[in-house]
């Protein structure tokens, strides 16, 4: 089955600066990647998703990449403010039985 | 438009009883997958209901089952409950499948002692 690995596991960096989250999978057939953040005791989020066809998705100060040669993905948020603090999951769904498999998940610390 | 709501919020139950959970999707949303999420990992997927239909099951035994019902609304079942079940449930609830994005719920917190 997909196995989702995401790196690293904690991540502190100073406002203003960017931040690299990086995930890879195992299942070539996987073909949606989104990304969730979930703030301390809140739901996961949605704040951004790429579909295997396109190599690079951008919304404002967060951008997703695909590499499906080396099945790997990566969140990129540029001008971090504290409120970007949280932890991110990456996630790939494997479509015969619609499994969407989550990475372990990436603390984000922003210090202002 | 309304999100997806979870109840109960809390729960304890003692090894070996029953406890159903319940989750309703939001507004327009058919899909409802349900998902466990240990204290610092990511969610595990347990299963996903479409259009009242199991269509999908992770890597769970079969003391957990689930339903849909016509409004969509879902309900994830266990018996008996072992320790390690203890963990948040989060029902996430999407437009005609998971590659649609998530809209999760707030999650039920289970104890179980």
């Known amino acids: 089955g997909e196995n989702v690995e995401q790196h690293p596991s904690t991540l502190s960096v100073q406002e203003g600066d960017s931040a690299v989250i990086k995930c890879t999978y195992s299942?070539?057939?996987?073909?949606?990647f989104p990304w969730y953040k979930q703030e301390l005791g809140k739901r996961p989020q949605l704040i951004i998703d790429i579909r295997s066809n396109v190599g690079e998705k951008k919304d404002q100060r967060i951008a997703v990449t695909l590499n499906k040669t080396a099945k790997h993905f990566s969140l990129h948020i540029t001008e971090t403010q504290p409120e970007d603090s949280a932890v991110y999951f990456c996630?790939?769904?494997?479509?015969?039985?619609?499994?969407?498999?989550f990475g372990a998940g990436t603390r984000l610390t922003v210090k202002p | 438009e309304t999100g997806v709501t979870q109840s109960p919020t809390h729960l304890i139950k003692t090894r070996g009883q029953q406890v159903t959970l319940r989750c309703s999707s939001q507004?327009?949303?058919?899909?409802v997958s349900w998902y466990q999420q240990a204290l610092g990992q990511g969610p595990q997927f347990i299963f996903q209901y479409y259009r009242e239909e199991e269509n999908g099951r992770g890597n769970f035994p079969p003391r957990f089952s689930g339903l849909q019902f016509p409004n969509y609304s879902s309900e994830l079942n266990v018996n008996a409950l072992e320790l390690d079940d203890s963990a948040l449930y989060l029902c996430a609830s999407s437009l005609e499948g998971a590659d649609y994005g998530y809209t999760f719920g707030s999650g039920t917190r289970l104890t179980v002692v």
């Open positions: 299942d070539s057939a996987s073909n949606y």
């Open positions: 996630a790939a769904l494997q479509y015969n039985n619609n499994d969407m498999r």
């Open positions: 507004s327009g949303h058919n899909t």
